[in-house]
């Protein structure tokens, strides 16, 4: 008897038949390969103080470190195989000497068993050929990290600091690394601080000039709480573990909100890598959130003073993840374990030792510090306009201020080096949209600065001329993908370049100021093994193509500024050929915010979707990041009506060029695309075949008590009245204005079949209006399918997680998951299937009463 048993109903996933789970299986194994694809997600370089390396097996020692949770030790195998395979060696035991510069590449994979990202380590020599080709020769294979939270090279590149967090109430590790072994190995106990912050926003590291000491930020102590035992509350507070006692929760302590839930305060501390001492900095109020530490520079013998970020919060902490309109400065502080040598004049008591120093009070916000490379000025960002308009994202400023290399820091007249561009001329620079900024930015001149920005709908490298201010283009004009900086190798520029249809490919930017009067850019291809992909990928990436189009705004408003009536753009990602003449499916894609920006670069899962048979019409409407800022600030107060027009005249634009079949488009966005995505379902009800959303905003009523940005929901209802009329207890007039302009207003309308993906820990939107919106149309019948997260936050970015939603996006948009019937090769809608029904049943009802009830038949047997 044959053994094999057919999948019975138990064994069939929820929500899964047997042919859609055939689709699943096939998707998901195309779909593992786009994931698959490696990103970088940060470089390095470093330059020998001879102007010459050497590669041996000690020399690779630097980067080929292996982490692991147990021990650390070097690779030797790797430099050794690189010894064996290298062109330019001989011998496996040779040393053979040429200039150049070594490469580090950070380089990161889905590790779906973990369900957390794999990173890795990749190196390369830098060298320049006798014609003057540049030429990266590349260790055999990368080496994986495993438990280390930070790792940042000293200034010279002689030195590595790795940082190990713990998950428990061990002490935080600081690892010194030398040319071929450990240094120094540091702990420091929980009673001095927590975790070190590693996220991107508060995270700074930064090594002093002499390599001596580390500034960093890191979690404050956790605080004493309430001690319990069987007879009551024990006086006094201890940190041993007593089975007799336990502790309670203490006054609950407000954080940052979204992805920074139980995180303490951030604070800022030195260490001293001689003594292997760390110490609190003194002199900041408790109340301030720091981050982005720097040194500030200073003259031999003289205090050392650190500059960093402030964050006040005083009240609430508003979230601050995506959110750059919150109030910044720029502050000044001594260093601990800094005294000054011979005459140095020693300041009068500690009070002023220890002062702290508003540097930025005359601007509303400053972050990212950086000095030139001669100390004499500062240079920083700013978001005042974000600030100021209350949207959470908006045109950022580059401002400058003197340095008093010799003395004490002052507040200095801080000097507008790039202004908010409020409008630009086509083809013109559209303004800062700066997401970071290089630790080192600086090309050899000392004042000009390398920079990645939003440039409407693609990313752009840019040169700053921070004394005059001139602002130029450097990477090419005419390139309709999207670059971004990774490292500067001297004057030359080490970047990442993608498209929609094209994985990221490492480019070397040459500069050569002999060609012209002005500074010209020329830029190679670097070939990497780092963003390989499957022939398979490969083959479908090569079948697409894209496009960027420019769409008028469709009613042209008076009320409106220049820049708010300029047309927005939408970015096409289709097949190059049509099959019969057949448009393909169109999933109409929208991003969040609203105040950020879809780009050309790759993504792994648009690039699935597109290679599985959908055309993309990716919409920046008005609002998005990078087309200055009178565009932008046309659309807070205007949410559920000028973006949902301005995706409505995307898709009616496309149709009107027969890019798209108006009975085959589906729409897809996330948090404010979410937005989008369920007000376009109810506005436009016969205009879509499917929908999903990720996080999505259904109601702001709800959203404004439970979110951890309720100022997000005012400023985008209200407009330029908003952020002065936020109140955490809205009133009646305020919750209704809310609920007409949320997506639930229409909700009666939606018949559009919808797949909900939410994060069960979004402190952002929070879960609860996804579920409230996805019941309400179950209540009347709507087909909705909801998948829920339990661990994940807004972006819904772990693994596992990202993985299946793009999956079940996938599958959601395929007809024949929601019984779809082509109407136009039946007789429904005509006068002979009307006929036909009479003849055949010959009751006394109406027609169309007969008609709706024979469909409502036909429907259930195809679901």
Known sequence: MDGSVGSTMNDMPVGLDAAIEEEYSSLSKLLQQFIDISTIDKAWTFKPNSGITAYSSLSLSLICVVWNEATVYFSLLCSLFFCLFSERLKSPYALVLYSGSQAMFSVSQPNFLANKKRRSILSSHISKESDGSISFQWAPFPIEITGASVMVPSPSGSKLLVVRNSESESPTQFEIWGPSQVEKEIHVPQ????????????????????????AYVAEVPA???????????????????????????????????????????????????????????????????????????????????????????????????????????LYTVRAPFHEPEGNAPLLSNTKEAVSLLNLTQSISSAFFPRFSPDGKFLVFLSAKSSVDSGAHSATDSLHRMEWPIDGKPTPAQIVDVVPVVMSADNGCFPGLYCSSILTKPWLSDGRTMIISSYWHSTQAILSVEVLSGKVSRISPSDSSFSWNV??????????????????????????????????????????????????????????????????????????????????????????????????????????????????TSFSKSMAFLSSIGYSLLIVNYRGSLGFGEEALQSLPGKVGSQDVNDVLTAIDHAIDMGLADPSKISVLGGSH???????????????????????????????????????????????????SSFTEAPTVEHLSLFHNKSPILHLSKVKTPILFLLGAKDLRVPVSNGLQYARALKEKGVDVKVIVF??????????????????????????????????????????????????????????????????????????
Request: charged content about 20%; proline content about 5%.
């Open 790 to 863: 339990p661990n994940d936050v807004h972006g819904i970015e772990s693994p596992q997680s990202d993985f299946e939603s793009f999956l079940n996006i996938g599958v959601w948009g395929k007809p024949e998951v929601h019984g779809h019937i082509d109407y136009s090769k039946t007789l429904y809608g005509t006068e002979d299937f009307d006929d036909f029904l009479f003849e055949l049943y010959s009751f006394s009802v109406e027609k169309d009463q007969l008609r709706s009830s024979f469909v409502a038949i036909l429907l259930w047997s195809c679901a």
């Open 673 to 723: 695309g979410g937005f989008l995505t369920t007000h376009l379902i109810g506005q436009a009800p016969d205009k879509f075949v499917a929908a999903a959303v990720r996080n999505p905003v259904c109601n702001l009523a709800l959203m404004v008590g439970t979110s951890d940005i309720p100022d997000w929901c005012y400023v985008e209802t209200f407009g330029s009245v908003g952020k």
């Open 223 to 329: 605080p004493c709480k309430p001690t319990f035992s069987g007879v009551g509350y024990k006086k006094g507070s201890s940190t041993d573990k007593d089975c007799g006692s336990w502790k309670g929760q203490g006054d609950w302590e407000e954080d940052w909100g979204e992805t920074y839930a139980g995180k303490r305060q951030p604070a800022l501390f030195v260490i001293n890598i001689n003594s292997g001492e760390a110490r609190a900095v003194e002199g900041i109020e408790k109340s301030l959130s720091v981050g982005q530490v720097v040194w500030a520079p200073s003259a031999k013998g003289l205090h050392q003073y650190l500059v960093f970020v402030g964050w006040p919060s005083h009240t609430r902490k508003l979230g601050i993840k995506y959110c750059y309109n919150r109030p910044c400065s």
């Open 191 to 214: 009673s001095t601080h927590g975790s070190v912050y590693s996220d991107g926003w508060f995270e700074g590291i930064s090594w002093s000039s002499d390599e001596t000491h580390i």
């Open 486 to 599: 990774l490292t500067l190798d001297g004057d030359n520029i080490i970047a990442v370049c993608s498209s929609p249809i094209d994985v990221p490919q490492i480019k070397y930017g040459n500069l050569d100021r002999e060609l012209s009067s002005s500074a010209v850019w020329s830029w190679l291809d670097v070939p990497s093994p780092i963003s390989r992909c499957s022939e398979k990928v490969r083959s479908l990436l090569s079948s697409l193509q894209f496009n960027i189009m420019e769409i008028p705004v469709r009613d042209v408003s008076e009320n409106l500024t220049k820049g708010g009536n300029k047309p927005f753009e939408a970015i096409f990602v289709s097949s190059k050929s049509k099959k019969n003449d057949v448009c393909d499916p169109l999933i109409v894609l929208l991003h969040g915010g609203p105040h950020s920006v879809s780009l």
